[in-house]
């Protein structure tokens, strides 16, 4: 057993990026070094921007190289077409609901333009409902997505569970441009994309701060200084306390991922045997993919307590044999865990915090697909290709969330009662 991420352990080695030392100038100042600031970057440079790129780590030290590595082109279950356009308005959530139903082929499009060595597999990505209820909640969404241009194709129960080797799931939705990374792996390949692209990457290089200089913005850290007419945050649930009105905007919540021991062939043959990744519609989503060595990785979320990484071995593990038939006794090789950034409304947002200084977060746990695409927009809007009116959200000033700093503990803390909720729901419903 090991308290470490998998994907380190088996991701391609990247060279470390040094600090920031001395004093630069740019035309865009990236702070943070996920899939949205790496991809921004990447697409400003290509669009013939100078951008410095400041990471307080090395590339996807956050959520971006933590997380399950599901490549989703589509929100979470609980937002529908109708849910997202009563928050956001017909045009802007056509946009939305566009962009994501292109974002798979975004992923993969850039893994391939840029030959990134992550474990890509797109064979599709699956949501079954938990219970009949939501099983018909799904169902009703179909128009609307195809609408959007959503690759999406309908499974009925046989087939959803043909597919997954999973009986007690329901039918659901396939989107067949969607698939699985290594996200680390991801998270370094971009690194190295948007450096050949010509962006001055530094790592290590935490940002103290983000001030006013004459008409443009001087970003500070420990040893170094850049400057530049405009800085754009996408530091995600990793702010700190460097700009307080963007902190209070988001609810950090922190997810656990295990990884088992390799599991024997007959069963890699059986359950999710495409190799497409599984995430289901209860609170407490059940979410389930092959690693490329054949290791079964799971996670969610842990009630607060000491030793919390052990419990989510334990949880994790009793879990997957609830679900899973078959299976042997779990072993939780691996154990890590990182921290989202959501919202009240579970949709990210893109905010001016004042002119020249802009943040794009809250990706609510849909980092890899959204995150990139997003990015793609923003780099040509960074260049001006984009005007603040054509963007897919509106830009608008941060949202400050009552109680922000203990938010993070409300999923936490309502956990029994998801939990109950979503077993009542897949027994009698």
Known sequence: MQVGSLWEAIAPPAEPLVPLREAVKADVIVVGGGFLGLSSALHAAEAGLDVVLLETHQPGFGASGRNTGFVVPSLKASLGPAEVTQALGADHAGRLLRLVAGSGNTVFGLIAKHGIDCGAVQNGWLQPGHSQEAEQTLYGRMPRLLEAGVDAAWQDRGAMIARTGLPTLYGGIRIASGGQINPLAYARGLARA??????????????????????????????????????????????????????????PARVFQIATQVMPAAIRDRLLPDRAPVADTRRHTFALRWSPDGRLVTGGLVLPAPGRMALARKVFARRLNRLVPGLPEIRSEYTWTGVIAGTLDFLPRMMRLEPGLDAVIGCNGRGVALTTTLGREVGSWLAGRVTDAELTLPLTPPRPIPFSRIAGLGPDIILPVWNARDSYEARFR
Do not use: F, H, K
Not at 215 to 233: E, K
């Open 194 to 251: 948007a450096a050949a692209a010509g962006v001055r990457l530094y790592g290590e290089s935490p940002v103290t701060a983000v001030e006013r200089d004459g008409n443009g913005w001087r970003v500070r850290t420990a040893a170094g200084v850049a400057r530049a007419p405009r800085v754009l945050m996408t530091t995600n649930a990793l702010i700190g306390d460097l700009l307080p009105q963007l902190r209070a905007s988001i609810i």
